[in-house]
């Protein structure tokens, strides 16, 4: 029976996996070993006594009390706090979901590579600030790293079977969010209500603004930079507003592999379950007559500053990915709480790049996991500096 841990299993990528092994028989096919949580608890403990799970952790010490009281009489272990996820992530698990959001996700991803299984890699934050660390720690421990954001399970996908020296280029679809037929103008005064109204998916809060401003996108051009190893010159990202592409990889022959489907996160989260095998999966099928037509357009660099910035961070590497996303999240945190505008955000990411320069030119063979949370944490000391400063200019 093949053993699985699901990192932020009550998320929206946890809630969507835990669909998915419950549908192909839950405690009854696998041996589910660990689920964590961050603040849900009643979800997390829900969610432990239908699968058996061996342990259930949140986030926060100060729960695990509750935890414990939830999992009453259940046989299932309560921990809590980033050492209890971090041992967790030291249990054995063949397959091990990474679906914590943000840079919180980095240390027990990489944590778990240690038992050589299977990584399902949804935090897309691990490869931005720690993507060399990341795969020459899953090449060590002979382990793999299976995508499962959407567009890099579709250009995983389009790869199946080809010489990656026959790429040309990666072109990286994006929805472009739910702001993206508004006049550039207006954008400044959007709400975080506006900003989280999605035309196409349906996701966490945070990745769902930063759809909106593409940070999404910008950090997933660094993400397949970092697991496809291409150049950052041969990745492009185009607005296709359908959703129905995924992304598409474009041969040295002019042939380009498009990878199609419902834009529905069970897909690419089945596809790395059930890899190498196609098991079917419960997604609406895709009626081509009733779409009728596909449409692209190239993104506008002034309503989307934050992919200017992925190019930058690209080549700086090193550490600037650590600086970027830590920066971005501290933004978005602004954003969401209301202290800063929507346009606010790329501003002070643009402005901790520049402050932390001198400090992101660590070379990416020497960088260790302690380097990545160093300059984390001094990213977030800077974007909070930098907004408090614009606050008190205004
Ligand atoms: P959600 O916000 O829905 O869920 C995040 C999960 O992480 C929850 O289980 C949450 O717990 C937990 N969590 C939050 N903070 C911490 C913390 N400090 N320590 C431990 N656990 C924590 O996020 P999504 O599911 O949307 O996204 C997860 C990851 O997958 C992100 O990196 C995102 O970029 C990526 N992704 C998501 C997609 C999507 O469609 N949602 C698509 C592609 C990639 P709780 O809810 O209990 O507080």
Not at 135 to 150: H, K
Not at 300 to 323: I, K, S, T
Not at 352 to 375: H, I, S, Y
């Amino acid at each position: 029976m093949r053993s699985i841990s699901i990192f932020g299993a009550t998320g929206s990528i946890g809630e969507q996996t835990v669909d998915l092994l419950l549908r192909a028989g839950g405690a009854g096919t696998h041996r589910v070993v660990a689920l964590t949580g961050g603040r849900n608890l009643a979800r997390l403990a829900e969610m432990a006594r239908l699968l058996r799970a061996e342990i259930a952790v949140c986030a926060d010490p100060r729960d695990l009390r509750e935890l414990r009281e939830r999992l009453a009489g259940s046989g299932v272990e309560a921990a809590a706090g980033p050492e209890a996820l971090l041992e967790a992530a030291d249990r054995p698990a063949d397959w091990v979901m990474s679906a914590i959001v943000g840079a919180a996700g980095l240390a027990p991803g990489f944590r778990a590579l240690r038992h050589g299984g299977t990584l399902a890699l949804a935090n897309k934050e691990s490869l931005v600030t720690a993507g060399p660390l990341l795969m020459a720690e899953a090449a060590r421990q002979r382990a793999r790293i299976l995508p499962v954001d959407s567009e890099h399970s579709a250009i995983f996908q389009a790869l199946v079977g080809e010489d990656i020296a026959a790429v040309e280029r990666i072109i990286l679809t994006a929805s472009g969010g739910a702001l993206r037929d508004w006049p550039i103008e207006r954008l400044a005064a959007a709400t975080v209500a506006e900003a989280l109204a999605h035309p196409n998916w349906t996701m966490g809060h945070r990745i769902t603004i930063d759809s909106a401003s593409m940070f999404n996108k910008a950090l997933e051009v660094i993400e397949t930079r970092e697991f496809f190893g291409v150049a950052p010159e041969q990745i492009e990202v185009i607005i296709h507003p359908e959703s129905l592409i995924h992304s598409m990889v474009g041969y040295r022959d002019g042939a380009i592999m498009a990878h199609m489907g419902a834009p529905d996160m069970r897909h690419s989260i089945g596809y790395a379950l059930n890899w190498p095998e196609r098991a079917p999966l419960p997604v609406a099928r895709l009626d081509l007559a009733r779409i009728g037509q596909l449409t692209f357009r190239a993104p506008d660099l002034q309503r989307y500053p934050a992919l200017r910035l992925a190019r930058e961070v690209m080549a700086r590497r090193g550490l600037a990915g650590a600086a970027f996303n830590a920066a971005k999240e501290v933004a978005l945190d602004h954003f969401l709480a209301g202290g800063i505008g929507f346009m606010d955000m790329g501003c002070v990411v643009e402005a901790v790049l520049e402050v932390l320069d001198p400090e992101l030119g660590r070379e990416n063979d020497r960088m260790t996991l302690e380097d990545v949370q160093a300059v984390d944490h001094l990213a977030r000391q800077r974007a909070g500096e930098i907004v408090r400063r614009q606050a008190g200019e205004r």
